[in-house]
């Protein structure tokens, strides 16, 4: 009983283009979303985050977008870099925390 | 200066052993967590301790005991070993309990293999 996906286990992308990784989840409870970056042998670190009340929010390179009908959101990286490759983990929360199982991005010079 | 550090990072142990992974945090958070990376690479939560107390336990089996001496601190011991214990295990810890827009900090996580 998965409540949070990322059906896409990989992902490749020219530098310089866009990125756009998704999330589907399945509890409408979520109240909360983020997006956590992880490099190999490193723990996963925040990245961005948005409120269910919202349906965009922007920091920088980094665009999350929820669409609470659909149930879905996504992240787009504009413009992709190199050190962007890494795994991408979607998660949501109403006081608990919960992971997809990941998205692994590889931006190709 | 590692805000979340936990030990050791690699473990391999034969089966029927017991085993403890230590976490530390110098963040000055009050609720600490371990969660378990698993073979289909989910991140999921095992257990959630706030000010030493257990707020979460995520029918984890009873192998399985955290230990909180301070809020500094979340030890895990694995009793009885199995093959299935094999994963990475993530200490986190957050500034507080409860709240949606909670950020968590995790460690780099520990590679648990039983043979």
């Known amino acids: 009983d998965q409540q949070v996906k990322q059906n896409s286990p990989s992902l490749s992308v020219q530098e310089g283009r866009i990125s756009i990784l998704n999330c589907d989840y399945t509890?409408?409870?979520?109240?909360?979303f983020l997006w956590y970056k992880k490099y190999p042998a490193e723990g996963p670190t925040f990245l961005i985050s948005i409120s269910s009340i919202k349906d965009k929010n922007e920091d920088g390179r980094f665009t999350v977008f929820l669409n609470k009908s659909a149930k879905h959101l996504s992240l787009h990286i504009v413009p992709s870099q190199p050190g962007d490759s890494a795994v991408y983990f979607c998660a949501a929360s109403t006081q608990k925390l919960v992971f997809g199982q990941g998205t692994r991005l590889t931006i190709n010079p | 200066d590692t805000a979340v550090s936990q030990t050791p990072k690699y473990l391999v142990t034969q089966m029927g052993n017991d085993k403890s992974i230590k976490c530390e945090q110098n963040l000055g958070h009050d609720t600490m967590y371990w969660y378990k990376q698993d073979s289909k690479k989910f991140l999921k939560i095992m257990f959630s301790?706030?000010?030493?107390?257990?707020?979460i336990n995520e029918t984890v089996p009873n192998r399985f005991s955290p230990k909180s001496p301070d809020k500094a601190h979340l030890n895990l011991h694995i009793n009885s070993l199995e093959l299935g214990d094999s994963a990475v295990y993530f200490c986190a810890s957050s500034q507080v309990y409860g709240h949606s827009g909670n950020t968590i900090y995790f460690g780099e996580g520990s590679w648990l293999t039983v043979v």
């Open positions: 301790y706030n000010n030493k107390e257990l707020i």
């Open positions: 509890n409408s409870m979520f109240d909360y």
